[in-house]
């Protein structure tokens, strides 16, 4: 199979992401990378690095999105930017299974909509990032940014989405799905969450079970959460900054303390070790915006070439497992 990668898109771009890149036709077996982006400058650093394999193609674009301009707009007007050529190629392209990129969310979302297209039935796409728990389990946060606007039903979709996710991913048969909310009580929480909970809760081919607080993201109490884009998008990145700060202190304590201290802090550094690699976003890669025909996947926009891996690791797991296919075959159902 054969995945399209955005080489300009993202803060470490094009660099991380062409080694990125080699990192991995080097060690995942059964795939192939198309790099889209300025063909002189992506040749210059697979020379750099010594790459002289068959396994990279590299698709010219002349332009790049950047995050201050109107996604719709860039979309429309930049027809040779990396993330079109790369979602043309997508959609045109049967051997083309997916698309990565670090670039502009927006511009990856209305690009994905407008020229790969929404599955049958699918009110709006939704970024649906897939977070490590204390429990060592895998929770879904859907949607964490692609619609910072929300009306009811589309909660229902990505309770929906986000249940056939774990069915196919994870082979659990019914996921617990939670809406996340300011409390866990059933009336608490503004209108757009009281009608949520009410569909959600009269929808039957979902396993709801109830309000879930932000602050339990991360608890692995249940399978999905679902959230409008704006409040899953600031749960999540107070998540994440919360996790980095408290690294940064305990480095802080560490490098202050006393001798005695230091020597226990020595003795405790498989510890620090296996916690930072556990909550480490570099390691999740990012995630896909489902509800679209093909797998658009959306990275940290200070992706480096060990978070591209992990993206094209997930991308593959989530071709092999049809996920795709099985989703549009749900929702075309639907009346």
Do not use: W
Not at 152 to 169: D, N, R
Request: glycine residues 8%; proline residues 3%.
């Amino acid at each position: 199979m054969k995945i399209a990668i955005d080489a300009f898109g993202g803060d470490n771009a094009p660099l991380e992401i062409v080694k990125g890149a080699i990192t991995s036709v080097n060690l995942i077996d059964d795939i192939e990378i198309v790099l889209v982006g300025d063909e002189t400058k992506i040749k210059d650093i697979l020379n750099e690095y010594g790459y002289k394999g068959n396994k990279i193609e590299i698709l010219h674009a002349t332009e790049v999105i950047t995050n201050e301009e109107s996604p719709t707009s860039a979309i429309r007007t930049k027809k040779n930017s990396s993330i079109v050529v790369g979602l043309n190629a997508l959609k045109e392209r049967e051997d083309i299974v997916g698309f990565i990129s670090a670039g502009s969310t927006g511009a990856v979302l209305a690009g994905g909509t407008f020229i790969v297209g929404r599955m049958p039935n699918v009110l709006r796409p939704a970024l649906a990032p897939v977070l490590p728990t204390v429990k060592g389990t895998e929770t879904m946060l859907i949607d964490s940014g692609a619609n910072v606007d929300c009306k009811p039903e589309y909660l229902v979709q990505f309770a929906k989405m986000g249940t056939a996710y774990f069915k196919s991913m994870k082979n659990i048969e019914n996921p617990k799905v939670a809406l996340l909310n300011i409390g866990a009580e059933n009336k608490k929480g503004n209108a757009l969450t009281h009608e949520a909970f009410e569909l959600l809760q009269n929808e039957k081919s979902i396993n709801f079970v109830g309000n879930v607080e932000a602050r339990d993201l991360l608890a692995g109490d249940v399978d999905i959460i679902v959230a409008d884009g704006f409040s899953g998008n600031i749960a999540l990145k107070a998540s994440e900054g919360a996790i980095l700060n408290l690294m940064r202190i305990l480095k802080s304590e560490i490098n202050n303390a006393s001798l005695f201290a230091k020597m226990g802090a020595g003795m405790m550094k498989p510890v620090f070790r296996n916690l930072k690699t556990h909550f480490d976003y570099n390691k999740l890669g990012g995630s896909a915006f489902v509800g679209i025909k093909k797998i658009v996947f959306k990275t940290h926009g200070t992706c480096k070439a060990e978070t591209l891996l992990s993206c094209v690791r997930q991308v593959k797991d989530i071709y092999n497992s049809g996920f795709i296919s099985k989703l549009e075959e749900s929702f075309s159902q639907e009346q």
